[in-house]
């Protein structure tokens, strides 16, 4: 089992920023790929970034460029620094957690952009 703990949402005006934590703890591999997910009211969860244990990343079109995801392995932390935010990147965000074809999820932190 792997707990997520994520931290760092907010309320921000546009343009604004805001870095979102998530640190993982229990049966933690090596090898694994972190992610972060977000779901707007009345959508889907949808993929926002994701970073291998080796580094290797991939973003969503609509975040290119205004968002880094980044990890620390010796702390098992994995962060999105978001920049340049819009309201329409106003949701709950999910941390996510893959190993070994499992996948564990955060419980959730709020991001909220005003006009």
């Known amino acids: 089992q792997v707990q997520l703990v994520e931290s760092g949402g907010g309320l921000v005006q546009a343009g604004g920023s805001l870095r979102l934590s998530c640190a993982a703890s229990?049966?933690?591999?090596?090898?694994?790929?972190k992610g972060w997910y977000r779901q707007a009211p009345g959508k889907q969860r949808e993929l926002v970034a994701t970073?291998?244990?080796?580094?290797?990343?991939n973003y969503a079109d609509s975040v290119k460029g205004r968002f880094a995801i980044s990890r620390d392995n010796a702390k098992n932390t994995v962060y999105l620094q978001m920049n340049s935010l819009k309201p329409e990147d106003t949701g709950v965000y999910y941390c996510?957690?893959?190993?070994?074809?499992?996948?564990?999820w955060g419980q959730g932190t709020q991001v909220t952009v005003s006009p």
């Open positions: 996510s957690w893959d190993q070994y074809g499992l996948r564990y």
């Open positions: 229990g049966s933690i591999f090596r090898t694994n790929t």
């Open positions: 970073i291998t244990s080796g580094g290797s990343t």
